[in-house]
């Protein structure tokens, strides 16, 4: 199957700083990455959708100037949380669309885990 | 808002068979079911998906009532690697935002030894 990295697998900062996630699809193309945000004994929940030279598309609810999303390539998408607060703590997990529909294979990378003091 | 609905949590016997339900009562033609797993700390994985027939890969299978309201995920011999959260999404064939995989809360899988 295809595969997609996140760099870092986890990360700890102080409140009030900035942090930047990798998402990378390493032997594909995607025409499509997605940023899904999952708290402790919750399910993922769906912040944006990005397309490559596009800006991203914010679920209702995801502040977009809190979580910027550049999508610069076919390959690689990120995530920079700003000014990140405790409540942002979460596992951050992005995912890559394969081919157009309605095939619409999806992998998702492995994780990063947050943790803000 | 989810549009399958399973059970929180089920329980099985290694090397035993596990039949993990969802319904989807109001799926429509163009949906395929999709079934993804996520082990602790991890990313989820695919399963399998399907749109009208039954399905079979290497990992598990898929069986769809004949109505599509809905569907079965057959683990044919569980092992302890299969404990995860199981989760049952439909996936829109058009794409776009349709195409979205909206997660719910999925039915927690426990396997004993």
């Known amino acids: 199957g295809a595969v997609v990295s996140q760099h870092p697998s986890r990360v700890i900062c102080k409140s009030g700083t900035s942090v930047k996630i990798e998402c990378r699809s390493l032997?594909?193309?995607?025409?499509?990455m997605f940023w899904y945000r999952q708290f402790p004994k919750q399910s993922l929940m769906l912040m944006a959708t990005?397309?490559?030279?596009?800006?991203?598309?914010?679920e209702q609810g995801v502040e977009k100037d809190k979580f910027l999303i550049n999508h610069a390539s076919l390959t690689l998408s990120t995530l920079t949380v700003t000014s990140a607060h405790p409540e942002d703590s979460s596992f951050y997990i992005c995912s890559a669309r394969r081919g157009p529909p309605p095939l619409n294979e999806q992998f998702f990378g492995p994780g990063t885990r947050l943790t803000v003091l | 808002d989810a549009k399958t609905t399973q059970p929180n949590s089920m329980e099985s016997n290694e090397e035993e068979p596990v039949h993990l339900p969802c319904n989807h009562s109001t799926i429509s033609g163009t949906d395929y079911i999709h079934w993804y797993r996520q082990l602790p700390s991890q990313g989820p994985e695919y399963v399998i998906h399907g749109l009208t027939s039954n399905v079979n890969n290497r990992m598990a299978s898929l069986a769809i009532a004949e109505d599509r309201k809905s569907s079965t995920l057959i683990l044919h011999r569980a092992t302890l690697r299969d404990a995860a959260v199981y989760y049952c999404?439909?996936?829109?064939?058009?794409?776009?935002?349709?195409?979205?995989?909206?997660f719910g809360k999925g039915t927690k899988l426990s396997v004993k030894p």
């Open positions: 999404i439909l996936q829109s064939h058009y794409g776009g935002s349709q195409g979205n995989l909206i």
């Open positions: 990005s397309n490559e030279g596009s800006k991203a598309t914010y």
């Open positions: 032997d594909f193309q995607a025409t499509t």
